[in-house]
Nanobody, 129 residues
Framework: VQLQASGGGLVQAGGSLRLSCAAS????????MGWFRQAPGKEREFVAA????????YYSDSVKGRFTISRDNAKNTMYLQMNSLKPEDTAVYYC???????????????????????WGQGTQVTVSS
């Protein structure tokens, strides 16, 4: 699967942005999807993941309650709605895919990439104070 993230930009603290990740190929619904981010000088970190039909989601503690991950399998697209943005959310955001129909809460993403093997290019999100 090929992935392309979009929707990044510059926003003031407290504002909102919605990122999109468009996937190519007919088997989008066969993938667990996720978002990661990498801030300047820091390692890439997990943000959120969603199972094949959107019925199960998993978030990092740093974004829980502020970000919402969702997907539209008919449009081969995943989203990340980001509300109450903070300057520390500034990063390049990447979308990723892992083939499978498992529940991400039962296989929590760890490190900067596990278990995702397919990646899109990043989109820059900058939150000003």
């Amino acid at each position: 699967v090929q992935l392309q993230a979009s929707g990044g930009g510059l926003v003031q603290a407290g504002g909102s942005l919605r990122l999109s990740c468009a996937a190519s190929g007919p088997t989008f619904s066969s993938y667990v999807m996720g978002w990661f981010r990498q801030a300047p000088g820091k390692e890439r970190e997990f943000v959120a993941a969603i199972n094949w039909n959107g019925g199960s989601t998993y978030y990092s503690d740093s974004v829980k309650g502020r970000f919402t991950i969702s997907r539209d399998n008919a449009k081969n697209t995943m989203y990340l709605q980001m509300n109450s943005l903070k300057p520390e959310d500034t990063a390049v955001y990447y979308c990723a895919a892992d083939y499978g129909d498992y529940d991400p809460t039962e296989r929590p993403p760890t490190g900067g990439s596990y278990p995702f093997g397919s990646w899109g290019q990043g989109t820059q999100v900058t939150v000003s104070s």
